[in-house]
């Protein structure tokens, strides 16, 4: 049988949340959500069926962290004034943020923490390009 984990500061953390981001959350939505309610929503907003769900947004509001694809089908992680292309191996190119619409692979869920101020943990190889 499986059953659902308890929410403990060391899983809040594994998540890549800090305990008052997590503490933000938790008054956003008024309770403590279920992993299996989390769950859910995000494969919700990320797949309709078996294909991908992907939404068309004006990039000047995305948060960073926002991830998209850009004009030539490759993935870019927004931060900054800048848009990195990411590859298997992390980061690997720096480009300008882009204006107007764009694709967005992030869920909706997930700009919304962003938006509110959740910090995503960037890998190491952003380092050389902001």
């Avoid at 769950?39 to 919700?44: A, I, N, P, S, T």
Wanted: charged share 25%; glycine share 8%; aromatic share 6%.
């Amino acid at each position: 049988i499986l059953t659902e984990p308890t929410i403990t500061p060391d899983l809040v953390a594994s998540h890549g949340l800090k305990p008052d981001e997590y503490e933000r959350i938790l008054k956003l939505i008024g309770r403590e959500p279920s992993f299996p309610e989390i769950d859910e929503r995000l494969d919700g907003e990320r797949r309709r069926g078996r294909e991908k769900r992907l939404h068309r947004l004006d990039a000047t509001g995305l948060p960073d962290g926002a991830m998209i694809i850009g004009d030539d089908a490759t993935f870019l992680a927004l931060r900054g004034d800048a848009a990195l292309l990411w590859s298997p191996a992390g980061y690997v190119a720096r480009r300008s943020r882009p204006t107007g619409p764009v694709l967005v692979c992030t869920p909706p869920a997930s700009l919304a923490a962003l938006a509110h101020g959740f910090q995503p943990r960037w890998h190491a190889s952003v380092t050389a390009l902001v």
